[in-house]
């Protein structure tokens, strides 16, 4: 999921607050572009929950007959490989989904992420590179003479090539004042 906001030069940023600094860029006329990006997550409904009892119980039914003819182990993994289903579906419904914020301004370009990772970039000789062998790759990828960060990494393909047009276009417009 993409956010994505053109804040005017001055306004405070109370919803990135505890992540990203509230500071207004000063000196310049041109607005503050911050992308906000999320790991897209769908809440399993009580319908897919209920199918997928069904399937786990349908697979310990069909571990009984070998179990009758005298395969015990059969029926041990089946239960065992259910319960290791069912704990992954509980722990990434209980994880926090992961977010990453993206600010272009005229001072800078400011990545976080919900992990904790920081870095500043210099606006001027910054760009992004989409990189990729094959089309179902895309990886976003910020470079400046001194550093590259990849950028996106919760985003789904089709999301990244999205955010992929709007970042590059908010670089174009806010580095149009240095050229």
């Known amino acids: 999921m993409i956010e994505y906001r053109r804040c005017p030069t001055g306004q405070l940023r109370a919803h990135v607050t505890d992540v990203v600094p509230a500071q207004s860029p000063t000196g310049s006329s041109k607005p503050v572009f911050l992308f906000t990006m999320r790991e897209n997550r769908s809440a399993m409904p ?67 992420s919900s992990a904790g990772q920081g870095v500043n970039f210099p606006t001027l000789p910054t760009r992004l590179v989409l990189l990729g062998r094959s089309s179902l790759e895309c990886r976003l990828v910020l470079r400046s003479t001194a550093q590259s960060l990849e950028i996106g990494r919760c985003l789904s393909l089709a999301e990244r090539r999205e955010v992929a047009a709007l970042i590059e276009d908010a670089l174009r417009q806010t580095q149009r004042g240095f050229v």
């Open 46 to 112: 009580a319908e897919g929950r209920a199918a997928a009892g069904a399937v786990v119980a349908l697979f310990v039914a069909m571990s009984i007959l070998p179990a009758l003819a005298g395969n015990l182990l059969v029926p041990c993994f089946t239960v065992a490989a259910m319960a290791a289903l069912v704990g992954a579906i509980e722990y990434h419904l209980r994880s926090k989904p992961r977010v990453e914020w993206l600010e272009i301004g005229p001072q800078g370009l400011s990545y976080r």
